[in-house]
């Protein structure tokens, strides 16, 4: 558990720098944020060069044949699915907004968690699910003027893909060691991610606060937390641990507020405070394991 407190506490930032990056608020004089898909592609890049050195020093095994699949599975979900999504999103949405959205992402992980280990949550569980993402779907119609934004669609997109990339490397972390799982996954898909992001490498100056924020992504959000994550959601099994997620929407919030001066209000609070509750509770409610 206190392994998963340390990988959320890392993932927290993962909101905020991406608006850092890629936001308004990157802008300064002549120097512009960093594209989105810069920053989402160069960060994978970024932390795939550091995996290869790391797994020729520690000379880790070459992953099994049946590996190779799950490795890309995660790829695609933590790689690919979640930054790009989450950096399209936050164009157009504060940190705050966002934040509160990705409040799900405990019970989505859960929810493919029981799917993937073949168990099945109880009507309560499903209950909650459904009343948690009415709750995110009525803030934001609500912040949308009565309307989902596009920045919203992008943002459930964003929670799937990480809930997707999380159990299916918790599943290798079962049988590699975790920092290896992440490295292997980042090394699969280097030779993707450095030619995408020389493509989508930035035409202008970008300010140097776009930069730390980039830099942040590719070495903590895209690297090592998944060090700290994998080894907990082996050692404590995915649906238990994931509950440690619950302090991640807050802990964005907090920090989006001095990162980037955002204000929050006590409607947003009240909003993220009751999705929360809901993933609270579906967690206390029973998971039974299917027959083989």
Known sequence: MLLG??????????????????GPGA?????????AEFVAIGRAAVAGLLAAAYLAWVRAPWPRRRQWLVLAFT??????????????????????HASVISGLLPLATAAVGAAWLR?????????????????????????????????????????????????SGAQLARDMPPQQVISW?????????????WWYRPSAPATLAAWGGFLYLGVFS?????????RALALGG?????QVQLVQPFASMLLAVPLLGESLDAATVMFALAVIATVWAGKRMPIRATAS
């Open 185 to 197: 996954v980042l090394v699969l898909v280097l030779p993707l991610t450095l030619p995408l992001a």
């Open 222 to 230: 895209m690297w090592l937390g998944f060090f700290a994550w994998y």
């Open 238 to 242: 995915t649906v238990r641990v994931s």
């Open 119 to 167: 168990q099945r949550p109880s009507l309560g569980f499903w209950v909650c699910a459904l009343a948690g993402t009415a709750l995110v779907v009525a803030f934001a119609a609500w912040r949308g003027g009565g309307a989902l934004q596009a920045a919203d669609v992008l943002l459930l997109l964003a929670v799937a893909s990480a809930a997707f990339g999380y159990v």
């Open 27 to 35: 802008v300064s004089g002549s120097a512009l944020p960093l594209p």
């Open 5 to 22: 407190v340390l990988g959320v506490l890392v993932f927290a930032l993962s909101i905020p720098m991406t608006r850092l990056a890629t």
């Open 75 to 96: 790829a695609a979900g933590v790689v690919f699915g979640w930054p790009l999504f989450l950096g399209w999103a936050v164009l157009s949405v504060d940190a705050v």
